[in-house]
């Protein structure tokens, strides 16, 4: 495998929230302890429940906000260590794609402003028209036509704004993008078009992949590896077919078995958790999931659980499923 591009040590980030007359302050803990590794032309996707961080872990990775701690390093240069010009040449390496294809786009512009405004805010050693040349460029890459630069986003369909905004984030050459539930918004017959075009961009762009979902029917098409996170925590990460085919976690079981398959091979009996989760502002003592878990223990209370299996698939939890383990 070749080097990281990205290397995430022990990333957190808490927010701190004033109390009232009648409440004290307190603390979120939304990502709580996060490391992986992002390598040219894979794709890690970090998956969980609404709330689990997922988004919150985008946005320190693309450097919208700084990490409480720990440590982001983009290809050997440590963010903040670089001054404020250094991290600005960083972050035109790592880029991202929303959630939401209109909302992402400023409905003022048309689309060829859209796509040459990056470069016009970066990169002020490129003319007007050297702009608009590999602003029309990228159109046909990403599946649009020549027409296309003159529009507005109104006039283009969900899956049509979504290729734009996938082209805004090329502009740039980025070596990662970080991808917040790209498709989640998109009609189910639209979804497999983008996804099919961001494979075939990160083979032949090798591009780092961070897929940030929560569908892991999705999952499975795209990623390499797979981050399960819950409560701002890293459960358990693995190659895809490991944790598929043998998760460790039981939150992970428990997730897996609520997606549904076509294969009736791969046919899980349903885990039903009981409660809800906690929340970030009140996290439970020792493993965040031990209210929910069905082989929790008083052991399991007492501290945040030691990491076991190999470097290849490792979970977070004193009570691990074996391969195979029926539940």
């Not at 390598?39 to 890690?44: A, E, N, S």
């Not at 040449?89 to 209109?102: C, E, G, K, S, T």
């Not at 602003?135 to 979504?162: D, I, K, N, T």
């Not at 965040?288 to 659980?305: E, L, M, S, Y």
Request: proline share 8%; charged share 20%.
């Amino acid at each position: 495998m070749s080097d990281p591009v990205l290397i995430a040590r022990e990333l957190t980030r808490h927010y701190q929230i004033k109390g009232g007359a009648f409440s004290k302050d307190a603390t979120v803990r939304a990502v709580n302890g996060a490391s992986f590794e992002l390598h040219p032309g894979r794709t890690l996707a970090v998956v969980g429940e609404s709330g689990c961080g997922k988004s919150t872990l985008a946005r320190m990775v693309t450097m919208i906000e700084p990490p409480t701690s720990g440590e982001l390093i983009i290809g050997d240069r440590p963010i903040g260590d670089t001054g404020a010009a250094g991290d600005r040449a960083l972050r035109a390496m790592v880029q991202i794609v929303f959630q939401d294809p209109y909302g992402s786009l400023n409905p003022r512009q048309t689309i060829g402003q859209t796509l040459m405004e990056p470069l016009k805010l970066n990169r002020p050693d490129i003319g007007a028209a050297e702009r608009e040349n590999r602003a029309r460029e990228m159109l046909g890459f990403v599946g649009l036509r020549p027409e296309h630069f003159e529009r507005y986003p109104h006039m283009f369909s969900g899956g049509q704004r979504q290729r734009v905004a996938v082209a805004r984030a090329l502009m740039l050459d980025p070596k990662i993008l970080v991808l917040d539930e790209p498709v989640s918004a998109l009609d189910l017959s639209i979804q497999s078009q983008i996804l099919n075009l961001l494979v075939d961009l990160q083979d032949r762009l090798g591009l780092a992949y961070l897929f940030i979902s929560h569908d892991l029917s999705v999952v499975r098409h795209v990623a390499d590896e797979v981050m399960v996170m819950y409560l701002g925590r890293s459960v358990e990460h693995g190659s895809k077919d490991d944790l598929f085919d043998h998760p460790m976690h039981p939150y992970t079981r428990a997730l897996l078995s609520a997606t549904p398959s076509a294969d009736p091979l791969r046919h899980r009996q349903r885990i039903r958790l009981a409660g809800e989760v906690p929340s970030p502002l009140n996290v439970p003592p020792g493993c965040p999931f031990n209210p929910r878990c069905w082989r929790a223990t008083d052991a399991c209370k007492a501290a945040f659980p030691p990491v076991v299996g190999n470097s290849g698939h490792r979970a977070a939890c004193l009570h691990p499923l074996a391969v195979g383990e029926k539940v």
